[in-house]
């Protein structure tokens, strides 16, 4: 009878060792809070589409800036593939210039937080020592 229950009780561990019970409730807990989540507060949204749209047209370059307005630009220079070359340089020229002025902005934002975080904590270490 002992015998019994004790390759019972191995057989039962070697199955649970096979099942790999760790990766099994990580999968479970991954599914469960996907499940639970609530995602649908964007599709909820009726001013969304108008603000991305908006933030979409806020430059004024020329250059198209949907995927439609792209396929009309193709269309319109369809035969001719020297101007549409053209065309592909005028506004990869605008777009670098649109992109490096933000660059140029965002870096020296970042400067400028640095520079003020750096100021800060050499207040704050002269506080400390006494100084």
Known sequence: MINLISRTIGHISSLLKGLQVKP?????????IVLTTNVTN???????????????EQNDAQRPKTVGQWNKDARETE???????????????????????????GVQKTASDIGESAAQTGKDISKKVGL
């Open 24 to 32: 099994f409730l990580a999968v479970v807990l991954v599914g469960f």
């Open 79 to 105: 035969g001719s593939p020297g101007e549409r070359l053209q065309k592909i340089g005028q506004q990869s020229g605008e777009a670098f210039k649109e992109f490096g002025g933000g660059y140029v902005e």
């Open 42 to 56: 964007g599709r909820n949204d009726k001013g969304l589409a108008e603000r991305v749209r908006a933030q979409v």
